[in-house]
């Protein structure tokens, strides 16, 4: 049996599942240390560094701790994905301020500061002894986005979703660069590609698609995404009348209950 330990508290979150049973953990921990696989052979002291850490685990098959990194600052985990041949995985989530991530010490360690309250980001890591990170995109504004679950696509990229407030850039100086706006809270969905070029991995923006708010109360979340045959599935909730494809006709939705401040859900499917 996998556990931790903590001066205060540590939120596991979403968990994915190689072929040969080992499994990824991402969440938070927040004011103290975090201690992964406590008297085991790998036990792991995670110090704090924002007031909410983000975390990313690997377990053995019997429970055991392989290892167990944060990334430091100030940020949360939101999904996780393992990709079909093993070789990598996927984290989405959100972060403030200045955050640093992949292992300590290690080739790839990337630093990204929000360019709002709070931006969203989706990181690939290989499926080494280490964790070690490929490459890391954040995407947002000047108000508060982040990232919800995540998933992989045929290709190897991957699909997340989440929720933006206002102007939010995806892809920023990337040949399919993307900014999608909303006056209320949107969901967005986007996919980024996972080639590596000339020994360099490479996770450029494919496309992101956005949510508007027709009426003054409407507001749009993305919880989770699926991939499957040629669609992208995304579940999430909404209030009020929401415009799920800004640039297409007949796509406004409004909530069952008008009037009432109760969400309704919502299930929303995009081409690969």
Known sequence: MAGTTSAYSVDGGPIAVASDGTAFVTGAFW?????????????TSLPPVGGTDHFITKFADDGSLIWAQSSRGHGWGGGIAVLPDDSGFYVSGGFSGETSFGP?????????????QTDAFVARYENDEYGSLEWVETLGGVEGD????????????????????GEATFGAGDA?????????????????????RDGTPDGEVC??????SVSADGRALGYSVGVG???????????????FAPSAPLTSVSSCMAGNPSADGFVAT???
């Not at 004011?31 to 036990?43: H, L, S, Y």
């Not at 399919?176 to 006056?183: D, N």
């Not at 496309?207 to 508007?212: M, P």
């Open 31 to 43: 004011n103290g240390w975090a201690t992964f696989g406590p008297n085991e052979p790998r036990e």
């Open 104 to 116: 300590v010490g290690r080739p790839g360690e990337q630093v990204r500061t929000a360019a709002g």
């Open 146 to 165: 982040a990232g919800a679950k995540c998933a992989t696509t045929p290709d190897g990229g991957v699909v997340l979703t989440g929720s933006f407030h």
């Open 176 to 196: 399919q660069e993307t900014g999608l706006m909303s006056t209320g809270d949107g969901m967005f969905v986007a996919r980024y590609r996972s080639t590596i």
């Open 207 to 212: 496309w992101a698609r956005g949510t508007e």
């Open 229 to 243: 045959g040629n669609g992208m599935f995304v579940v999430g909730q909404f209030i009020g009348t929401i415009d």
């Open 270 to 272: 995009y081409r690969q």
